[in-house]
């Protein structure tokens, strides 16, 4: 498994405004369950995130971007796992957020 690294996560909402947070993850799709996360822990309600939601990955150090949507993260953890740890990464995901 890919080392943690710090994350830059936005998204756009229906507004067209553009939320960011900075989290830790070791794959793209743990950087999108974590902003979910993040956003709802610190009460920020106004953020519904529908399957057509694209969060923006900017990993730190060194820097990348990437672009995942919702729905791909959906289908991600409902898939079979390539790994035991892989299985064990999606279950602790799915547990964050049992409303996904």
């Avoid at 369950?33 to 519904?48: L, N, Q, S």
């Avoid at 390539?82 to 299985?87: I, L, N, R, T, V």
């Avoid at 064990?88 to 799915?94: A, E, H, I, S, T």
């Amino acid at each position: 498994m890919v080392p943690a690294r710090s994350c830059r996560v936005s998204f756009v909402d229906s507004e067209g405004i553009e939320h960011a947070v900075e989290v830790v993850a070791a794959s793209l799709y743990e950087a999108a369950v974590m902003t979910m996360v993040e956003f709802r822990r610190c009460g920020f309600a106004d953020a519904i995130f529908g399957p057509a939601t694209q969060f923006t990955v900017l990993v730190k150090a060194p820097e990348e971007e990437h672009t995942v949507s919702l729905a791909k993260v959906r289908s991600w953890l409902d898939d079979g796992a390539k790994s035991p740890k892989e299985q064990v990464q999606k279950n602790r995901l799915r547990e964050l957020l049992p409303l996904l």
